[in-house]
């Protein structure tokens, strides 16, 4: 069985960290480039940031770019999200999802997680 998995989330004050995780398992990730996503209540779901198979290429959302850093280990067949001064409105479900490809340019979005909550507030 394809499946993602993620973990990582909680509750972090304004300007703590997180680091999210997608462990992937019923298939390798080494040949897929992989994205991240979250949605907020009310809100439309957002891609926060995509890496490629090789993890050569990333790319992120304007809002997150200078705080938040995609990396992958194919080794350990697992993508992450470092998350740096967290904020208020980074406050979401946080999706992993994965490409049909190995760049994140071309493209749709195949298989997903289930989600991670992750809450920024004092």
């Known amino acids: 069985q394809l499946q993602l998995v993620e973990s990582g989330g909680g509750l972090v004050q304004p300007g703590g960290s997180l680091r999210l995780s997608c462990a992937a398992s019923g298939f390798t990730l080494d040949s897929y480039a992989i994205g991240w996503f979250r949605q907020a209540p009310g809100k439309e779901r957002e891609e926060v940031s995509c890496?490629?198979?090789?993890?050569?290429?990333?790319n992120y959302a304007d809002s997150v770019k200078g705080r938040f850093t995609i990396s992958r280990d194919n080794a350990k067949n697992t993508v992450y999200l470092q998350m740096n001064s967290l904020k208020p409105e980074d406050t979401a479900v946080y999706y992993c999802a994965r490409k049909g490809g190995s760049v994140c340019k071309y493209g749709r979005y195949g298989t997903w997680g289930q989600g991670t909550q992750v809450t920024v507030s004092s």
């Open positions: 890496i490629s198979s090789s993890g050569g290429s990333t």
